[in-house]
């Protein structure tokens, strides 16, 4: 059966002062349709890479695209041209940013920059662009749609930019949602609304969605699948269960641990105290730090992702020999 | 342990809207409204709240970066803002705040021993040796390397900026840190540092702390007390346990359902709360959460509540109780 | 605690800071060449008396039997109506732009880079203050200034350096005060009163020293706008007065001969021209450079 979402080997550099930096590394990740799958990792972890390649706006120079495929239904998106990109752009494959103020035009009002998309993807006249951008600012429960169309973004609060944020993503009917930490910037009491909102859309629409996070109990309650990201790596992957019940990887574990519990536990974070996380050896395995025993083969060899059980994938040597990782 | 470090009574800060061409008042911004609480030595009070509720405004006025429109602060048996401009700079050795844009808290243009030096260099007249020695002190105690004194903050990662904002903090020997919200902007590896680093420092050098921060899972792992805000006022109060455990106001309750942990298998063991913060210009009437409350009553717009005790110091403003 | 301000620890990262940015100018090819010729701008400012073929026509000689022929091996730019060596005047006048160039333009930034951030960061009374000074001193154009203060206090150089210092300070306060009314917001400022830093102090070393990097480029650019006005007013009579060799000077006593001797004002002219292109350059460059959003790392 032909995947819905594929990507194979996907390799992207930067070009910095220094040389070529390697951000993304992907040798396999597929995205079923209809469901919802995480990526969580640090900033800087590559996500933001990962989702602004996937709908070809990454800036090259400096990014530079090594290798790979990124397969959507069947076709190689990065053997696409600009103009077939931008016809898959917002009408398939559609993306929520995380500052829905910088995201909004600050000098058009929010009728505007919704009615301009659907006309541009569309191709519909103004008024009926007009009725349909109503309908999806109804959809994404704002009350009053009619008199927010003519607010200014600024007027607005977080939650309901946000909203408008989702309604422009969903306005030209995509099924692929890229969701890219679309919370952050919001208050935990209206953050809750949005998640659920975008499940709902998801569930209504049938849309597959990519949410990224850099929150494990945000991609926890919202997603079927996660991965985590850790340098431009996948190091585990499988059902959100998986992952966070029964956590294989060092560096998945650290993270789980890191989050701060009751004023009674301590956070037992000895070896990321000493080494600051990851060893600058390119050769071995980037996690070494993190691990109280390692191999050999972690120093010399960076772990491929390898099926741990079922669903869940890990990249680690010790793992993959069925070793016990302490931290 | 029990000697009370910091009382605060209806403390209170409006910022007036000013236009036309005398530049008068036509509205107030209520952003700090009849604030009361206490700090006992050796504690540490967490303050909770999202976005419009007044905790930036509040560590302003605390820290007297700017005059409260009524109320008093009484800090280490001295009123805060009738107290002489000598006593003022007095106080301000003992009470220290770190700040939580680890970019911006450090003059990017200096160098890591001036900024860490700046307390020393201003209130004492230490001699340039001993000041270095002291700067490698607090640098050590931060976790930081020594070579780190010459080097500008641009050229360490969020983590140990924090750090370096730290050892400026405790340069002095304070007796209460206000901490606003000083692991929002790092990574989640560098806040378990600084967390635990800063529980650390708190028993070895019998430090008093007032936490700020919309993140409950930080302030739950850090403090004794639990302060909580909605729109300028404080909705409920007490022990760190009481609060997480038994929370008695409808916005406390809110708050602590709303947030997945990697124990939420599904969206639906979240809510969220309806509408979206008032204005504080123009502030709902009677108890302001009333707008929101999924408890809300009749009465509850026409009359504001007040402090009610649960027990044990555990206190919350609601006509439910 | 002079040592310890400037002991090499502390003087070092500065020094490496500075080298940074030479490096990073040097990478425009344009802002690289007008560095270099600013070098040799430099280097004949200082050494033009030793430089000079004929070091006695610059102030002190007259020449009358070589009055005004044309450029020749012996008087490479020709010479004028009192038979000297421009070559020699000119090469004397880089003497002269630059010291008055950055002689106003530093005056200038002396009075304009405090008062303007005094202005942004104090209370508003201060700052309403300030800027109503500097609106008044804003509103006088600058020659109008000058030629006011020649007839005071007579025309000379001096007294045209002082004239333009005085209406030129205020662009800088506009700038600085600017920066500093940002600045005062940002947590270090915060940091430093919550420490207790007395708020001079505040301004000087922490928002003075953020408020430069606008101020640079544009005080760069100024070096070449004062020079064209030095060279203005003394084409007018109130500045330079003869003998002295400024450009401005040369290119009004040219004016006379302009049709037959074309080499008395095309070669001052042209050094004009050549000065003030590079000091533009130089701070476009500096712009790109010191913008942290345009500088690539």
């Known amino acids: 059966m032909k995947n819905y979402f594929e990507i194979e080997n996907l390799k992207v550099d930067y070009k910095t002062y220094e040389g070529e930096k390697n951000v993304l590394d992907l040798e396999h990740f597929v995205l079923e349709k209809g469901k919802t799958f995480g990526l969580v990792g640090e900033s800087g972890a590559g996500k933001s890479v990962l989702a602004q390649t996937i709908l070809g706006i990454l800036s090259r120079p400096p990014g530079i695209i090594k290798s790979g495929k990124i397969l959507f239904d069947g076709e190689d998106l990065l053997s696409k041209s600009e103009k077939e990109l931008r016809r898959i752009r917002g009408k398939r494959i559609s993306m929520i940013f995380q500052d829905p103020m910088s995201t909004l035009n600050p000098v058009f009002t929010v009728g505007t920059q919704i009615t301009r998309v659907i006309r541009q993807n569309q191709g519909v006249n103004k008024k009926e662009a007009f009725k349909r951008a109503v309908e999806k600012i109804e959809l994404v429960k704002i009350s009053d749609a009619a008199d927010i169309m003519e607010a200014y973004p600024h007027e607005l609060s977080g939650g309901q930019r946000q909203r408008i944020i989702i309604a422009i993503a969903l306005s030209c009917d995509a099924e692929l949602l890229i969701a890219d930490e679309p919370t952050r910037n919001l208050d935990v009491t209206i953050q809750a609304g949005i998640l659920k909102l975008i499940a709902k859309l998801q569930k209504e629409l049938n849309v597959s969605v990519l949410f990224i996070a850099n929150n494990l109990g945000l991609a926890s309650a919202t997603c079927d699948h996660l991965a985590m990201l850790h340098e431009g790596k996948i190091i585990e992957k499988g059902t959100t269960k998986e992952v966070l019940h029964n956590p294989r990887h060092p560096y998945t574990k650290a993270f789980i641990e890191a989050i701060p519990k009751d004023k009674n536990h301590k956070i037992h974070l000895e070896q990321i105290a000493k080494n600051n996380g990851t060893s600058l050896n390119s050769a071995g395995c980037p996690n070494i730090n993190l691990c109280l025993e390692t191999e050999e083969k972690c120093q010399e060899h960076i772990p491929m992702l390898k099926q741990f059980q079922g669903t869940h994938w890990v990249a680690c040597h010790r793992v993959q020999e069925n070793k016990e990782v302490n931290l | ?321 | 605690m002079i040592h310890q301000a400037i002991s090499w620890q502390t003087v070092a990262p500065r020094i490496k800071d500075l080298r940074e940015t030479v490096y990073l100018l040097n990478r425009n090819k344009l802002t690289k060449a007008a560095i270099l010729i600013i070098y040799a701008l430099i280097f004949i400012a200082i050494f033009s008396p030793w430089l000079a073929p004929h070091p006695t026509h610059i102030m002190l000689d007259t020449n009358p039997q070589d009055k005004l022929l044309p450029p020749s091996t012996e008087y490479w730019f020709g010479t004028d109506e009192l038979g000297r060596d421009i070559f020699s005047r000119v090469l004397y006048g880089t003497r002269i732009s630059l010291q008055t160039g950055l002689l106003a333009v530093g005056i200038s930034l002396l009075i304009g880079i405090p008062l303007g951030a005094i202005a942004g960061a104090s209370e508003w009374y201060v700052d309403e203050s300030i800027m109503r000074i500097t609106d008044i001193f804003l509103s006088f154009p600058g020659l109008l200034m000058a030629i006011a203060i020649a007839a005071i206090l007579g025309p000379s150089l001096q007294n045209a350096i002082f004239a333009i210092s005085i209406s030129w300070w205020p662009w800088y306060t506009r700038i600085v005060r600017g920066q500093a009314i940002s600045l005062k917001e940002r947590q270090f400022v915060k940091a430093a009163q919550a420490i207790g830093t007395p708020h001079l102090k505040i301004i000087f070393k922490h928002i003075i020293p953020n408020c430069v990097a606008p101020v640079i480029v544009q005080a760069s650019m100024d070096i070449g706008g004062v020079i064209l006005t030095i060279a203005a007013l003394s084409f007018l009579g109130l500045g330079a007065q003869p003998p002295t060799p400024e450009w401005g000077l040369m290119i009004a006593t040219s004016r006379t001969y302009f049709l037959s001797a074309w080499w008395y004002s095309f070669f001052p002219g042209m050094a004009i021209l050549v000065t003030v292109l590079v000091f533009n350059l130089l701070g476009d460059g500096l712009r790109e450079v010191l913008d942290p959003k345009t500088r690539k790392k």
């Open chain 2, 1 to 321: 342990m029990n000697e009370t470090l910091l009382q605060v009574s209806a403390l209170t800060k409006h910022f007036p809207i000013l236009a036309g061409f005398f530049s008068r008042p036509v509205a107030w911004v209520k952003a700090v409204d009849n604030v009361n609480f206490e700090v006992h030595r050796g504690e540490t009070l967490g303050i909770v709240g999202e976005s419009g509720c007044g905790k930036t405004t509040l560590v302003n006025v605390l820290l007297n970066l700017m005059k409260p429109t009524a109320g008093k602060v009484i800090f280490d048996s001295i009123d805060l803002y009738s107290c002489s401009k000598k006593e003022l700079r007095e106080l301000r050795q003992h009470l220290q705040i770190v700040f939580q844009d680890p970019f911006w808290s450090l003059n990017p243009r200096w160098l890591v021993k001036d900024i860490v030096a700046e307390p020393l260099n201003v209130h004492l007249k230490l001699k340039p040796d001993e000041t270095i020695k002291r700067v490698e002190e607090l640098l050590d105690m931060v976790g930081l390397p020594k070579d780190a004194v010459f080097k500008s903050p641009h050229e360490f990662s969020g983590g140990q900026r924090q750090r370096i904002a730290i050892a400026r903090a405790l340069a002095l020997n304070p007796k209460l840190l206000v901490l606003d919200e000083p692991t929002s902007a790092i990574d989640i590896f560098s806040q378990a540092q600084i967390l635990e680093l800063l529980k650390d420092l708190k028993e070895r050098l019998n430090l008093t702390y007032i936490l700020i921060s919309h993140d409950l899972s930080v302030v739950h792992h850090m403090s004794d007390k639990i302060m909580v805000m909605y729109l300028g006022e404080v909705v409920e109060y007490g022990a760190a346990d009481d609060i997480f455990n038994r929370p008695a106001h409808p916005y406390t309750k809110a708050l602590l359902n709303a947030i997945p942990d990697i124990n939420t298998e599904s969206l639906d063991e979240i809510n969220e709360l309806k509408g979206n913060v008032p204005s504080a210009v123009n502030p709902p009437a009677g108890c302001r959460f009333n707008t929101r409350c999924s408890e809300v009553m009749d009465f509850c717009a026409g009359k504001k509540p007040l402090a009610s005790d649960i027990g044990s110091g555990h206190t919350a403003s609601c006509h439910l109780l």
